[in-house]
């Protein structure tokens, strides 16, 4: 019982350590993602729509 305990703890702590490390390098890549399509949002404009 402690054994499967103690696996499942080891397996929690392993995930958790490489969500905190690539997690705010998905956030920047997010983050540059909006601002690029936000850019390119504001430089196309609206196009006018067909009558």
Request: glycine letters at 2%.
């Amino acid at each position: 019982m402690f054994l499967y305990l103690a696996i499942v703890l080891a397996i929690l702590w392993v995930i958790s350590f490489v969500v905190v490390h690539v997690a705010p390098i998905l956030i920047k890549i997010l983050l540059i993602l909006a601002v690029v399509s936000l850019i390119i949002h504001l430089i196309q404009g609206r196009r006018p729509t067909a009558p």
